[in-house]
């Protein structure tokens, strides 16, 4: 069983920057992945970055070279830089953790993209 606790979420102006994180509960260093995803309102929850293996990351072509994600195993964190942000960012992100075959979620944190 593992907690995951996100952070960071707010509103900012589009080209603006945010940094969410997400706190685990226990050590990270042998979860099979650790991640971000979103859903809109309407829309899917889909998958924006996620790190598999403590080294491999993936991003989603709609953010690669905007958005930046990094892990603090010390810290038990993941965390997700976002930058030049778009009205189309907005979305509840929720953090994700593979504890192969189980998935863990977060309460989810909103990020609104407005002027």
């Known amino acids: 069983q593992v907690q995951l606790v996100e952070s960071g979420g707010g509103s900012v102006q589009p080209g603006g920057s945010l940094r969410l994180s997400c706190a685990a509960s226990?050590?990270?260093?042998?979860?099979?992945?650790m991640g971000w995803y979103r859903q809109a309102p309407g829309k899917e929850r889909e998958l924006v970055a996620n790190?598999?293996?403590?080294?491999?990351?993936n991003y989603a072509d709609s953010v690669k070279g905007r958005f930046t994600i990094s892990r603090e195993n010390a810290k038990n964190t993941v965390y997700l830089q976002m930058n030049s942000l778009k009205p189309e960012d907005t979305a509840v992100y929720y953090c994700?953790?593979?504890?192969?075959?189980?998935?863990?979620w977060g309460q989810g944190t909103q990020v609104t993209v407005s002027s």
């Open positions: 994700n953790a593979n504890i192969y075959p189980i998935n863990y």
């Open positions: 226990r050590n990270i260093f042998s979860f099979n992945a």
């Open positions: 790190i598999i293996s403590s080294s491999i990351t």
